[in-house]
Every structure is written in structure tokens, then in C-alpha cells.
């Protein structure tokens, strides 16, 4: 395993901003991954040098695309996962499971799956990133989240250095929260693989998430096979959603807003357009909110807010995170002066302060 120094956090994220990672490790296997975190820990494994004498946070990272760098960069070891492999564990006449491992990349599991007729993750297509960080945020789209599919999860806990398994019901899934990203074991886990159980045959019929039926309505398609349904979402986000190689992004910036019913009353007594989400929650768009506030199409210190879905912020020619912090107050406060609803921020951010893996 080779570990780099001095590494610009703005090359390993689709944002593309962020000052250097004093270190960086690209982890192929478990040995890798124990060696980096003993590299971390240990500061006899490291070379001679200033501001590497005690232990060193470490940061967890796949594809970065749901990760912003700050100008100051980060101080400790950003751990790469590009662990590989797909297996299909099981099969019996309705289901089949499926383990993979943690740096495959995301849409190539979809791809493994939807190619065999398996059914449940076919709408989450085209999501960047990898699969180990897939359940960190309960990835969503198009009305399927992981939450419905997934088993459990391998990961070596950086507290304790064991390697453990954690089962659906012990990671606390709502939307785009989940024990991996939430509350004290925030950073704990490294997902070395995960499981998923899906359905051998599809059961998705309509109706569907509103753009994805409007879009089988316009191309008169009654085929809701996973292939199907595959290739239609990826045409939808081709058409809305910027290529993170060609525009940088972190896709939706900010986080939907979820209401109980009460406060959809009054939200929608004021005009604002609610959607009911389950029997308990209603949510708004924050797209729509930003959109209703005159900010779709706007540039705001060099991050412009896409003219197709609002929620996302293109780097035009920003270069440093301060022009991320000004653009996002930006648009909190217009919001929130129009609504006053406060967006909350979805990726996050890279920062030595908040790091709770090296309690051993
Ligand atoms: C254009 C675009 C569109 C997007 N569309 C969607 C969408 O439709 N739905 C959606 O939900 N998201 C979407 N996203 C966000 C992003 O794709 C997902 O959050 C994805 O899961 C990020 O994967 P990653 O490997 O890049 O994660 P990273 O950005 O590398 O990491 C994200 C978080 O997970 C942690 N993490 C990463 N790997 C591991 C691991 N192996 N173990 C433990 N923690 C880990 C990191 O520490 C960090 O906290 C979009 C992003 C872009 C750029």
C-alpha cells in the first residue's frame, strides 16, 4: 500500500475544492486497511516529521462525491476504499443476496444486478460514488432507498480495531441519517463490504415517483423490468443532473425538509407546495424553495445553482471553500427571509475537529 503526502483534497472530491490531506492511503484489501490505521495510530510507522508525532485523525472516503474539502485541508490520513468484488451469496425462488464489497463503484453494482433481472435498487442508478458509502447516508432516488434492500453491513470498527458486522436494524436508517454519519459513532465504521437482498423478479408497477412515471408516460413504456426502469432513470438524470467528471458538484446540496402534518398545514396555508411522503411525514422540495426565492439560474461567488434542479450547486469557477460559504449563506438566508425554512447542508465536510476513530 502506498501512502501519499501532501494531496489536494479538491483532486479526490467531485466539488473539486479543498486544500491538501497531509496523508492518503488507497486501501485494496483488509490487510491495507489495518495498515493505514496503525499508520494513523502509530507515529513510529510514519517518516520523521513535523505535526506527525501523536496519533493522526483519519477520514473515510470513496468516491468524494458527497464530501467538501475546507482551504485549511485536513491534517491527518484520508483513507482511501478501493476494495473490489461482487459475490451473489444466495438464491432462493423470490430472493437472492448479494455481498459487495466497499470501494466497487455504486452504479456498477446496479449494473451487476439489473443485467441478472434482480429488482430493488433499480431507480438508484447513476448515483455517484461507491457502495461501502451507500448506507453511510441511506442513498435515495426515485422512490427506492437503500433502507429497503439492505441486510447488514461489514466494517472494521476503528475504535477497537475488530472487524464486525452490523445488521439493518442496528443503524438507525431515516433519510439521509443513519448511525454512519449521525451521533457519536459518526466516522467509527469503515464498510469493508455490504449486503443486499433483492427480488429475483421486479414487482415495481406504477405508480411511480412523479418524474420517473411522467417520463415512462412520454415514452409510451409499459417495460418496468430493472433493465428498464435502469435505463429510464439514467436518461432522466443524464437529461437534469451534471456529470461530476465534466461539472463539479456534490449533487443536492442541501437536504429535503420533512414535516409532520401539523406543520404542512401551515406551510401550506402560506402557499408552499407539500408532498406526502408516508402516513406520519409531508415534505417540501428545498429545490422548489430555492427556485420560488428567484435563486434558479443565479451564479453566487463563482457556484452556480443549476437552471435544471435547483437543489444543486455547479462550481463554475470557485476555487476555494470561503466562495462556498459565502454562496451557501447566500442562499440560507434569501430562503429563509422568503419561507422561513433554514436549508440544511447534505454533503459533508472534511474536518480533523469532529473525527472519533482513534479512541482506542
Ligand atoms: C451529480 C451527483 C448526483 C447525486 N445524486 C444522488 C442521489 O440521487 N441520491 C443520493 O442519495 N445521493 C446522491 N449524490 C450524493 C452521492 O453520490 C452519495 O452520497 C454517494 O453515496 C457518495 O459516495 P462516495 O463514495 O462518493 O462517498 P464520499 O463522498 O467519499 O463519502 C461520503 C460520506 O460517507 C463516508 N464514507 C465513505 N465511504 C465509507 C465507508 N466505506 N465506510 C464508512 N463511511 C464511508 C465518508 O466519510 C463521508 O462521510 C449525488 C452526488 C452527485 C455528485
Do not use: C
Not at 491538501?20 to 483488509?30: D, F, I, P
Not at 438508484?124 to 437503500?146: E, F, H, K, M
Not at 398545514?265 to 428545498?286: F, H, L, P, R, W
Not at 422561513?340 to 482513534?358: C, D, M, R, S
Request: net charge negative; no cysteine; charged share 20%.
Amino acid at each position: 500500500m502506498i501512502i501519499q503526502e501532501n494531496i489536494p483534497i479538491s483532486s479526490l472530491t467531485t466539488m473539486r475544492i479543498g486544500g491538501n490531506a497531509r496523508y492518503v492511503a488507497e486501501v485494496e484489501n483488509l490487510q491495507d486497511l489495518k495498515e493505514a490505521y496503525e499508520f494513523a495510530r502509530n507515529p513510529k510507522m510514519r517518516p520523521e516529521g513535523a505535526g506527525t508525532k501523536g496519533p493522526l485523525p483519519t477520514w473515510i472516503m470513496g468516491g468524494g462525491a458527497n464530501t467538501i474539502g475546507r482551504d485549511e485541508g485536513f491534517p491527518g490520513l484520508i483513507i482511501l476504499n478501493r476494495i473490489k468484488g461482487i459475490e451473489i451469496l444466495s438464491q432462493t425462488a423470490d430472493e437472492v443476496v448479494i455481498r459487495a464489497m466497499g470501494g466497487e463503484v455504486w452504479d456498477d453494482l446496479v449494473a451487476f444486478t439489473t443485467e441478472r433481472g434482480y429488482s430493488g435498487i433499480e431507480t438508484l442508478s447513476a448515483i455517484p460514488g461507491t457502495v461501502g458509502a451507500a448506507p453511510v447516508q441511506n442513498i435515495g432516488a426515485y422512490g427506492q432507498d437503500i433502507s429497503h434492500v439492505i441486510e447488514s453491513v461489514d466494517a472494521y470498527d476503528a475504535q477497537t480495531g475488530e472487524l464486525v458486522v452490523i445488521g439493518k436494524e442496528d443503524m438507525n436508517m431515516s433519510y439521509r441519517s443513519t448511525i454512519f454519519n449521525t451521533g457519536k459513532d459518526a466516522g467509527r465504521y469503515f464498510i469493508t463490504a455490504v449486503t443486499i437482498v433483492l427480488e429475483n423478479e421486479s414487482s415495481m408497477q406504477p405508480p411511480f415517483y412523479n418524474s420517473l412515471q411522467q417520463y415512462l408516460n412520454e415514452h409510451n413504456i409499459t417495460d418496468y423490468s430493472p433493465t428498464s426502469i435502469r435505463n429510464a432513470v439514467i436518461a432522466i438524470r443524464k437529461e437534469k443532473l451534471p456529470d461530476p467528471k465534466i461539472e463539479p458538484s456534490a449533487g443536492s446540496f442541501f437536504k429535503n425538509i420533512y414535516l409532520n402534518y401539523k406543520e404542512a398545514e401551515s406551510a401550506e396555508s402560506k402557499g408552499i407546495k407539500v408532498y406526502t411522503k408516508s402516513d406520519e411525514q409531508k415534505m417540501i422540495n428545498s429545490g422548489y424553495l430555492i427556485e420560488q426565492a428567484g435563486l434558479k439560474g443565479k451564479t453566487l461567488h463563482g457556484f452556480h445553482i443549476s437552471d435544471k434542479a435547483a437543489l444543486i450547486l455547479i462550481n463554475k469557477s470557485a476555487n476555494s471553500y470561503a466562495d462556498l460559504v459565502a454562496a451557501r449563506q447566500e442562499i440560507i438566508d434569501t430562503v429563509y427571509t422568503k419561507f422561513g425554512f433554514k436549508l440544511e447542508q447534505e454533503p459533508v465536510e472534511i474536518v480533523a475537529a469532529t473525527n472519533t476513530a482513534l479512541e482506542k
